[in-house]
């Protein structure tokens, strides 16, 4: 059973709109939830994370949205640049006492200039 | 900063070889992790090391073996490389304890024929 869940397999926004990005989870235990993006050809790269005590989590034009009740969150990404262009993984881990993280099966954007 | 070196980049097997992955990080982490990435899905956890001399089972450690030789290399074994198995093979590692930032290596691509 996939415990973390990424929708939509792919994504194509153009050039300044804003992409959305959503990952629900099943394991209540998850308290952390970092987004992660990968180039091809390169390692899953940290880009921002959010502890489940809060609801919003922003950085630069990446934003998360969390909605505990729901086990669901949303990676938005204003203004969207073709260097965006990347897989993003949701990820999460819980009550291991360890960094052991679960993945998604990512969303492969494509931003059209 | 620091850098995660995995050797090597691409390793071409034959079906029932035993094929050894290498790791090393210069972050001075304590923890580190194999993962391996299939096409569309996701990572999942081989093993993973809290310290030197432990090793740890992750959700997919069945035919792979590992070894934490010293705190800056993790090493892992493809016990009898399967037939027409293609994955990316990612090494990573992080400071003790949770919701700590995971660095990944660029991966050691695997096929095997």
């Known amino acids: 059973q996939q415990q973390v869940r990424q929708s939509p397999q792919s994504l194509t926004v153009w050039e300044g709109e804003t992409a959305i990005l959503n990952c629900s989870y099943e394991?209540?235990?998850?308290?952390?939830f970092p987004w992660y993006q990968q180039f091809p050809g390169e390692g899953p790269a940290l880009l921002i994370s959010?502890?489940?005590?809060?609801d919003k989590k922003e950085d630069g034009r990446f934003t998360i949205f969390f909605n505990k009740r729901e086990k669901k969150l949303s990676l938005h990404i204003a203004d969207s640049q073709p260097g965006d262009s990347a897989t993003y993984f949701c990820a999460a881990s819980g009550d291991s006492g360890y960094n052991k993280l679960t993945f998604g099966k990512g969303t492969v954007l494509l931003v059209s200039p | 900063g620091g850098i995660i070196t995995q050797t090597p980049k691409f390793l071409i097997g034959q079906e029932g070889q035993k094929l050894t992955l290498k790791c090393q990080q210069n972050?001075?982490?304590?923890?580190m992790y194999w993962y391996r990435q299939d096409s569309g899905k996701g990572l999942r956890l081989i093993y993973y090391s809290i310290t030197e001399n432990d090793l740890q089972k992750g959700d997919l450690s069945e035919g792979y073996d590992a070894s934490r030789e010293k705190k800056s290399s993790f090493s892992l074994t493809v016990t009898s490389a399967q037939k027409n198995e293609m994955a990316v093979f990612l090494c990573a590692s992080s400071i003790a304890g949770t919701n700590t930032e995971v660095f990944f290596g660029k991966g050691t691509r695997l096929t095997v024929v």
């Open positions: 972050f001075n982490h304590d923890t």
């Open positions: 394991n209540s235990a998850f308290d952390y």
């Open positions: 959010i502890l489940s005590v809060s």
